[in-house]
T-cell receptor, first 113, second 114 residues
């Protein structure tokens, strides 16, 4: 597609449920990032994928968070046993291997009630 | 580690006023510097960037100059419009663990009134 596509755009879930957020990066981009933006906060790095290399998971806040990237393209961020503090906008971004400009999707707004 | 510090908001201006949003950074090596903008209800958009010292990035009347001596990348616009109301994020991209990792500042909200 023309840009980074994320779904769902909005998700309301009950505390304790699992959620999956999907990201479809720009075609041909080998690098994929997940960030989190909490209300009134800056952007927090979560995880990075590059080609077939092992992902950098150093930003994941707890073991309830995981992400995978299948076939070097689409990525899914999974949050297990959601808590209210997980409420945030989850942003996906991608970049080409050689470029250093990172393009963002519009985000998935997660509300845990 | 790498970090970005930008001025706290909100910044409130009248239309046609001059805008400066300060941004300073700490980084090893030679990072690239960016300004991203987030309009209400929209995703992050790249506004401008600079990849080496003394480079000036510009877009939509906004400018920022990469100043290595002061480790700064201040955003400026000569005459703001109501449509510029948004949150502005300063960011750096430095090689970390073998890839370009974006580090963001906390964001500065700009409100422009007619």
């Amino acid at each position: 597609g023309a840009g980074v596509s994320q779904s769902p755009s909005n998700k309301v879930t009950e505390k304790g449920k699992d959620v999956e957020l999907r990201c479809d990066p720009i075609s041909g981009h080998t690098a994929l990032y997940w960030y989190r933006q909490s209300l009134g906060q800056g952007l927090e790095f979560l995880i990075y994928f590059q080609g077939n290399s092992a992902p950098d998971k150093s930003g994941l806040p707890s073991d309830r968070f995981s992400a995978e990237r299948t076939g070097g393209s689409v990525s899914t961020l999974t949050i297990q046993r959601t808590q209210q503090e997980d409420s945030a906008v989850y942003l996906c971004a991608s970049s080409s291997d050689s470029g250093n400009t990172i393009y963002f999707g519009e985000g998935s707004w997660l509300t845990v009630v | 580690g790498n970090s970005v510090t930008q001025m706290e908001g909100p910044v409130t201006l009248s239309e046609e006023a001059f805008l400066t949003i300060n941004c300073t950074y700490t980084a090893t090596g030679y990072p690239s510097l960016f300004w991203y903008v987030q309009y209400p209800g929209e995703g992050l958009q790249l506004l401008l960037k600079a990849t080496k010292a003394d480079d000036k990035g510009s877009n939509k009347g906004f400018e920022a100059t990469y100043r290595k001596e002061t480790t700064s990348f201040h955003l400026e616009k000569g005459s703001v419009q109501v449509s510029d109301s948004a949150v502005y994020f300063c960011a750096l991209s430095g090689r970390s663990g073998g890839y370009n990792k974006l580090i963001f500042g906390a964001g500065t909200r700009l409100a422009v009134h007619p």
